[in-house]
């Protein structure tokens, strides 16, 4: 009585792994691809299709829309199609920069720490700690007065505001997958720290991750936005969603589209990383065994 | 429906079928009969649908699932089983959950926790008076200080007996007991059930006690009922079931017990328990059964009466005497062959740090030695110190003092201070197969891993090795490209062990390996591990709880107690003739099926006439 054991008909259809079909299978997934598709076909094909200069006024300030300027002009008179068509770019790589920073650095102070088991642990995350106990704009405004203003300088100042979230995020579940035995059967076999870290807590923190990803990049935009909203971020006259909020929030009774057609854009932006994120850790499946 | 049981009933049920809300079926013509005054012992292997069965005792199920048919009756008078059932739980049929633990409400003393039933049931009389009774009646201390004591200030043991003392306020016939001295150590298991059987007897309480261990059921029940995909496969007196068991799956389960009155080759049960919605047709044991022929393809089979007060759910259930015996071939000693040392340990001490106090020693002088193809036992209770000694040889703890040799090299204390040969001579195979295996990497990652990492093979090499090692732990090569979820616990267990092998070792750490495995599937590891010492020359230390088992494997046994090392010797002499008082008092609460079965007319490698 001792041939080969036959395997269970256990489940297949939500597995360990990540898969396409999935993903594209879920409403989260469809939907959030579609928006983000848009919003980087504006931010992407924009100053190519736009009809207007993004600088010169070509009209009477704060004019609703009209048959040729379809969003109405802004407060200088601009038109506000052809500034929102223009200000998606460096919105985009802004927080696309910023938010490959954050992960980048939070994953690693956060794993550190997680994993070490001595002084370097809690020596990274008060460190961490200072970063978070200031009030952002503070920060931000500190690193302008000393450093300057400039795209480079305002990318610095959001990474040094959120990392600390996501290191704190990551330690706590590097923590918890630290105890399980497949860790300390890595350990036992002698796996290099980095090893370890990308293949045995790198994947089982994934979904800890992702969930966060949605929200920290809406804080990244609104970081920017309120940044330029002071005048600190980029100057005058580029054209950018979060400054064009700003700059026309005195006309907005006059022209409402060029407040509103700049922050549509940006709330387009921020729910379809939501929605991607969630369908993202929806296809990963569940790792626990069945009861 | 009208009463038609007799008074000697103290609980009738027929028909029981539970389903899914939209669906499947988990239990099915469930029929269960119980006198006053009798212990019923419902076993089964997870997924068999016994602790269903006895929830619907009680009118309960669990969400999403349904009694869809049933009838019952409980002390000769016709119950509907649903929430209507509330009325009587408690004062009629009462339960004691898995788990005492957890069971608990953490936040009240013992004693509130006891008046608040007492209160729910609006029992009359002084709470404080009915408190001291029911702890009495239940063996526990009553004094004022033991009553004001919170949960987590009493041992397993206490909790149970709490919780049996709150089953037993209401005053009920009935008790439905699930598991409950699962999880607790023997010594202590046997002390609950003599409990039990105590109020059996000066109180005449039925009880059903729904178990997966066999062996515990044989030293109390008076009926049992074996539970299989949902349905009662056979059912009779204890005499019946354990001294003729005629259903295939009986017999494979009795013949898959590890027993360390009678230690024996142990016969693993082909294939694996069916789950609920993918139950075959006709008899749903036909896979893995020797005997099966068209029929039981086609029909699911009645459960016939056989003989006066025993049941068996099998259309060849008189062939199973003579076809299909239950081996009880005496154990052979597969070890000691080659006197090649692969491990010793010289005087090991490890030790816990305690925040701002003194180090707690969790092992203290531990020696022994490890040859190849032989297994060395290490047998100790919960908190005795046997995992951490497991964990410091493998380099995962601190060694406070003493010495680890792989033949005659010294190892230094921790993993990442060893070379890459030391660590690749000694694995460690974990308790729990689910934590193990890391769930986000596919089986052939896993194992090919220490392939990789420790014998420095490359991607192709890795491919046929790990083929190779899931046949040497009889799995089918296609596993490899599932995630460990798409595992049973038995499987996940074998891909575990595979992966140890996966660093050709010379020596393999075994913790508890076994203990959350259903019994025939602990059989298949073990017999997985005999066979890997018998052509490898493998060398083992087996850490376990259960002597039965040290009974199965081992060559050599150290009892651990409190971090020392109380008695030593080859696993016969010990078994037989243990001389330290904890290995005796060990021994002796651990149950014994095959005495229980002899006892009822079994004998060995004969069969008992039809």
């Known amino acids: 009585m001792s041939a080969v054991v036959e395997t269970s008909a256990a489940p297949v259809a939500r597995t360990g792994g990540f898969r396409w079909a999935r993903f594209l299978r879920s409403p989260q997934g469809i939907v959030g691809l579609a928006v983000l598709a848009f919003v980087l076909a504006v931010a992407l094909i924009g100053p190519l299709v736009a009809p207007h200069s993004l600088s010169a006024p070509v009209g009477v300030p704060a004019s609703p829309p009209s048959p040729g300027f379809p969003l109405g002009t802004d407060y200088l008179g601009r038109d506000v199609l052809s500034r929102l068509l223009h200000g998606g770019t460096s919105v985009l790589v802004i927080s696309c920069i910023a938010t490959a920073f954050i992960y980048l650095i939070g994953i690693g102070v956060g794993m550190t720490a997680g994993l070490s088991r001595s002084i370097v642990d809690p020596v990274l995350m008060r460190i961490v700690d200072v970063f978070l106990v200031f009030p952002p704009l503070m920060l931000l405004l500190l690193l302008i007065a000393g450093a300057g203003t400039g795209v480079g300088i305002l990318i610095v100042g959001i990474v040094l505001v959120l990392f600390p979230g996501v290191a704190r995020i990551v330690r706590t579940a590097t923590l918890e997958v630290s105890t399980t035995s497949y860790i300390e059967a890595a350990v036992a076999r002698g796996e290099r720290t980095l090893s370890t870290m990308r293949r045995e807590v790198l994947p089982n923190i994934t979904p800890a991750i992702i969930a966060d990803v949605g929200v920290r990049f809406s804080a990244v935009i609104i970081l920017a936005a309120s940044v330029n909203f002071l005048g600190l971020g980029e100057k005058p006259p580029a054209a950018n969603w979060g400054l064009m909020i700003a700059e026309n929030l005195q006309i907005v009774s006059s022209n409402i589209w060029s407040v509103l057609a700049p922050a549509i854009m940006l709330a387009l932006l921020t729910i379809s990383i939501n929605l991607l994120g969630d369908a993202y850790v929806r296809s990963l499946g569940r790792t626990e065994p069945p009861r | ?610």
Request: charge should be neutral.
């Open chain 2, 1 to 610: 429906m009208t009463a038609t049981s007799t008074p000697q009933s103290a609980l009738d049920l027929s028909g029981l079928t539970v389903r899914l809300t939209r669906g499947a079926e988990i239990v099915q013509d469930i029929d269960l009969h119980l006198a006053p005054g009798q212990i019923l012992g419902i076993v089964g292997e997870s997924g068999s649908g016994k602790t269903t069965t006895a929830l619907s005792l009680l009118g309960f199920t669990s969400d999403g699932t349904e009694i869809s048919t049933g009838s019952l009756q409980l002390g000769g008078s016709q119950v509907r089983i649903d929430d209507s059932l509330r009325s009587l739980r408690g004062s009629v049929i009462s339960y004691v959950p898995q788990d005492p633990g957890r069971a608990l409400n953490p936040s009240l003393r013992i004693a509130d926790a006891i008046t608040d039933v007492a209160t729910a049931h609006s029992r009359d009389g002084d709470p404080h008076e009915l408190v001291v009774r029911m702890l009495e009646a239940v063996g526990l201390p009553s004094a004022e200080e033991f009553r004001r004591r919170f949960p987590h200030q009493i041992s397993g043991g206490q909790q149970q007996r709490v919780l049996i003392a709150m089953a037993l306020v209401g005053d009920p016939t009935v008790i439905v007991l699930d598991e409950p001295t699962t999880g607790l150590d023997v010594i202590t298991q046997k002390r609950v059930l003599s409990l039990l059987l105590r109020l059996r007897d000066e109180q005449q309480i039925s009880m059903v006690y729904v178990t997966h261990d066999l062996a515990v059921v044989a030293q109390i029940a008076d009926r049992i009922a074996v539970m299989y995909a949902g349905r009662v496969v056979e059912q009779g007196s204890l005499d019946k079931v354990l001294g003729r068991p005629r259903h295939p799956y009986t017999r494979g389960l009795l013949a898959s017990i590890p027993d360390h009155a009678r230690p024996r080759v142990l016969d693993a049960m082909p294939g694996i328990a069916v789950g609920v919605g993918e139950r075959p047709t006709g008899c749903a044991f036909r896979p893995r059964c020797q005997l099966s022929v068209e029929q039981c393809a086609v029909e699911v089979p009645p459960l016939d009466p056989i003989e006066e007060g025993h049941e068996v759910r099998c259309f060849r259930y008189k062939q199973t005497l003579q076809i299909n015996p239950i081996l009880l071939q005496p154990q052979q000693n597969v070890g000691d062959r080659g006197r090649r040392t692969v491990l010793r340990v010289e005087g090991l001490r490890a030790e816990h740090m305690v925040h701002g106090g003194d180090p707690v020693v969790a092992a203290a002088n531990v020696s022994f030695t490890v040859h190849a193809g032989a297994c060395v036992a290490l047998v100790g209770e919960s908190g005795s110190g046997k995992t951490t000694i497991a964990r410091a040889i493998a380099g995962l703890h601190p060694i406070a003092r003493g010495r680890v040799l792989l033949g005659d090299e010294e190892v230094p204390s921790l993993a990442r201070r060893r070379s890459v040969e030391q660590r690749r001579r000694i694995q460690l195979v974990f308790q729990s197969a689910a934590e193990a295996l890391n769930p986000r990497r596919t089986v052939r990652d896993s194992i090919g891993r220490p392939a990789h990492v420790l014998r420095g093979m490359g991607r192709r090499e890795v491919r046929s090795e790990v083929s190779r090692l899931l046949d040497s732990v009889r799995l089918p090569a296609r596993i490899a490209d599932r995630y460990p979820r798409e595992l049973s616990g038995g499987e996940r267990q074998r891909v575990a062990i595979a992966r140890a092998l996966a660093a050709d070792p010379e020596v393999i750490l075994c913790d508890e390996i076994t203990s959350a495995l259903d019994v025939s599937v602990q059989a298949a590891v073990l017999q997985v591990l005999n066979d890997l010492r018998r052509d490898f020359g493998l060398g083992l230390l087996f850490i376990t709880h259960n002597v039965g088992v040290v009974a199965t494997v081992a060559d050599e046994v150290l009892v651990l107690q409190r971090g020392l090392i109380c008695e030593r010797g080859s696993t016969t002499e010990v078994l037989e003739n243990p001389r330290d008082a904890y290995t005796q008092r060990l021994l002796s609460a651990a149950p014994s099926v095959v005495e229980v079965m002899e006892h009822w007319g079994i004998a060995e490698g004969t069969t008992p006439p039809a």
